[in-house]
């Protein structure tokens, strides 16, 4: 087998030094009976050439998003990732090393942490990030916990544009943990009267923007009400490119940003392994969940980086700790840093352009098309349209055609009278010809 | 270019000592500045063309003022990077006995597949029907999963290892909740020893935590799980192999009492390297069990992440599994991505993130149980054992073990009674083993015994490579007895960087870069 090292040979010598007969000796905890004695019902080894063809086979009976008009998002989307970015994250250095519990050899693992959490933390104009979540999704449900410990109550409120499937993932941990929490019915147009819900028992009000159909949300007085009732804004974007062109919710007074970050630097992958953004005010520092990186400096006075403030952390807090979480997103997150040190404040904001550049095009394009109206009043790069007919029906009879067109709501909201509603996202990736493609399969299957 | 005419250099003109060099720089080893300090706000790496003039539909949302980060130009990136990689330590660059984390080898065929276009580039949110070999693959690794442990069942959804514990700790305490004990049963047994996540992810889903005590050999005993037992007790969570390297002798009678007491049995997975092939959790009574895809099935660690926390299911627990999930009936199989769409008999607890967890990791994973194969993962774990083992026959002359009744499984613990009296710490003996060009193992933990240096040095090392390892470890232990004490306490000194002062770190937090203030002109 290629991937062992050891001969036969060698395990003879090795077994004669322990001075056991045979390797089952060391086995010998293993209750009677419960040792194994013929191997697993699974095929045998393979070589590299037949794992190839047996993946690639699976690989290929999928339709890739690069294949076709791809117009597939609420919650992940399609970008280019410049080549020099998989080359990187593959440097043996970065993909075969672990958490950096010992700095002295692993500063590279920790200045990238260090580097991404402040642009984490300029991207949303917040004043401190931590290293990374598992995805924007868990970090939603996190910061809800984090609201929790710090205004000391059990309350939270979800708007009807957060993602549904985040509000599930908020939902079922707080029900585990005998939280309670409010979700707002779906908010298409962004019309909710959000500010009614909140009281002074009222842990935190999270808000989505742009939100899962796409709109572009105020979250000032949204914020403003929070705090004067002692309560927390959490803010969610999915879409972390729109950051290059909207207001950050920094600068709207959120007390805690969470988002996905998959745009920048990483791949579709079918969900996961992604990486979640999550930054908050300084004041919360220590009410935070996940790892942190700071600054230091060595036996020589010279700089260096650690991770810090550890006491919040499983491994030495356990039952107290703020967040069970141990691994994080490091891979992702190197990933997501050197596309976004590629990109700089003047590429992000110019790809930031194109995405909506792109969005508007097709909006406008679908203004001539009957049976199809485009709700959003404002939006970056992602709208929702309503459709003459099913939206689920729309999306299978265009795939047929070849192209994929979007999210039916009813696949996120089966039951909520959403039927006709489709979600639209349109990134840098999508040509004029792509548009062109889509609003003529569109206008064939209405 | 060659220079044809240069005169071969000779070691006889490298007499002098070193110096200081004027940059800082020590040839290969680079000072490398933050991204902030060497990049400007104009520069970026990535031609994109301006769009033409259009309609803004951002409303009054529009971004006012710019963002704050510099860009790099490729090729300024890509060395800021290679160079940040050179102060990495990996498995690649040598032996990483990181006890309780199976750094073992990562193979780039796994990279290669997991980037076929029809597993990266598909989105999961695009129609079913055009994603059927993305649901084969995830069937397939379901069924390795389930083969290997012997259950029933298996959610492939969680992200990594803890989260895989609260993805099992919430399918229990769903079960408790639908036989209407959900009130009373909140207590969740946890050995001293267990991983600090364990007791973290009971308390992070409302259940209070119990300590179970260690025993002077190392396990845990069915007598003391029994006199904690009562109508309160939801679950253990037992670590098998345990954090101390030792497969619970009295396990089958620990799930037996767990069970008649009404209550489950979560086994963490974190150590399943040990018995791959040779034991399986489904014939010991084990009731959920998380399997950290980066650990025994070779997907990187890549510094701290992403990782993969497929947890497997007894039957009495597989209903409350969480959605999403692919059903198979009849041959024929569909993704339930809704409790109401859950088949007849189906309960599902919730929700654990966005979408169906970890793709690309599973990809990797398949493919490594794919190039092994039954017979291969039973010899890997086989040899783990054996490598951890010769270790120990290896060094317990010079170093002392807690825990000599037992038999290691895939790592062996290591106290510091051994160096009592010299001055070394365990720290310090770890740092030491840096200026020799080892990572680590893993130090202070478990936390059961005093000093823990655990070692866990997979199936992926040779014997030879074996060997330099523990001439190595034998000679500091030696030198811990003599007087270059400053050899370890002062450890490392080849590294990089020199040990760091993590107290500042945490009193002063510095947390993001800083435009430095302005020096101000001495006043005149």
Known sequence: MRYLPLTDTDREDMLARIGVPDVDALFSDVPKGKLLKDPLDLPRAKGELEVERILGKMSARNTAAGAVPFFVGAGAYKHHVPATVDHLIQRSEFLTSYTPYQPEIAQGTLQYLFEFQTQIAALTGMEVANASMYDGSTGTAEAVLMAHRVTRRRKAVLSGGLHPHYTQVVETLSEMASDEVVALEADVRATEDILSQIDDSVSCVVVQSPDVFGNLRDLRPIAEKAHAHGALLIAVFTEVVSLGAVVPPGAQDADIVVGEGQSIGNALNFGGPYVGLFAAKSKYIRQMPGRLCGETVDADGRRGFVLTLSTREQHIRRDKATSNICTNSGLCVLAFTIHMTLLGQAGLSRLADVNHANAVKLADALAGVKGAEVLNESFFNEFTVKLAKPAAEVVEAMAAKGVLAGVPVSRLLPGAGLDDLLIVANTEVNTDEDRAAFVAALAEVL | MLNRQGRPTAAGEAESRSHETFTGNRALQQIEPLIFEIGHRESTGVDIEKPAPFKSRLGKHARQGEIGLPGLSEP?????????????????????????????????????????????????????????????????????????????????????????????????????????????????????????????????????????????????????????????????????????????????????????????????????????????????????????????????????????????????????????????????????????????????????????????????????????????????????????????????????????????????????????????????????????????????????????????????????????????????????????????????????????????????????????????????
């Open chain 2, 76 to 524: 300024e990136a890509m060395r800021h990077y290679v160079r940040l990689s050179q102060k990495n330590y990996g498995i690649d660059t040598g032996l990483f006995p990181l006890g309780s984390c199976t750094m073992k080898h990562n193979a780039r065929l796994n990279e290669k597949v997991a980037r076929l276009p029809g597993f990266s580039d598909v989105h999961p949110l695009q129609p079913t029907s055009t994603v059927p070999g993305a649901l084969e693959l995830m069937l397939e690794l379901a069924r390795y999963l389930m083969t290997l442990t012997g259950m029933p069942a298996v959610a492939l959804s969680p992200k990594a290892g803890a989260h895989g514990e609260a993805c099992g700790m919430m399918a229990i305490k769903a079960a408790i909740a639908a036989k209407g004990e959900g009130a009373t049963r909140n207590v969740v047994l946890v050995p001293e020893s267990a991983h600090g996540t364990n007791p973290a992810t009971a308390a992070l889903i409302g259940f209070s935590v119990k300590a179970v005590p260690a025993r002077p050999d190392g396990t845990v005993a069915v007598e003391d799980v029994k006199a904690l037992l009562g109508p309160e007790v939801a679950a253990i969570m037992l670590t098998n192999p345990n954090t101390c390297g030792i497969f619970e002798p009295e396990i089958v009678e620990i799930a037996a009492a767990m069970h008649e007491a009404g209550a489950y049995f979560y086994c963490d997975g974190a150590n399943f390297n040990a018995i791959v092939g040779k034991a399986r959790p489904g014939d010991l009574g084990v009731d959920a069990m998380h399997i950290n895809l980066h650990k025994t099935f070779s997907t990187p660690h890549g510094g701290g992440g992403p990782g993969a926390g497929p947890v497997v299911l007894s039957e009495r627990l597989a209903p409350f599994a969480p959605v999403p999930f692919i059903h198979v009936e009849g041959g024929k199989s569909r993704l339930v991505e809704h409790k109401g769409d859950a088949p007849e008999g189906n309960d599902p607890f919730g929700r654990m993130t966005a979408f169906h967890g970890q793709m690309g990791m599973y990809v990797r994973a398949l493919a490594y149980m794919l190039s092994h194969g039954a017979d291969g993962m039973k010899q890997a774990s086989e040899d783990a054992v054996l490598n951890a083992n010769y270790i120990r026959a290896s060094l317990s002359d010079l170093m002392s073990l807690p825990f000599p009744d037992h038999p290691s499984m895939h790592e062996v613990l290591f106290d510091d009674e051994w160096l009592k009296g010299t001055g070394v710490s365990t720290l310090d003996f770890a740092k030491a083993m840096i200026d020799e060009g080892y990572h680590p193992m893993t130090v202070y933990f478990p936390l059961v015994v005093h000093g823990a240096m655990l070692i866990e040095p997979t199936e992926s090392e040779s014997k030879a490579a074996l060997d330099l390892f523990v001439a190595t470890l034998r000679d500091l232990a030696i030198a811990t007895k003599g007087n270059d004490k400053s050899r370890f306490t002062a450890a490392p000194h080849h590294a990089p960087i020199r040990r760091l002062d993590e107290t500042r770190a945490a009193r002063q937090p510095v947390l993001k870069w800083e435009k430095p203030a302005p020096v101000k002109e001495a006043a005149e």
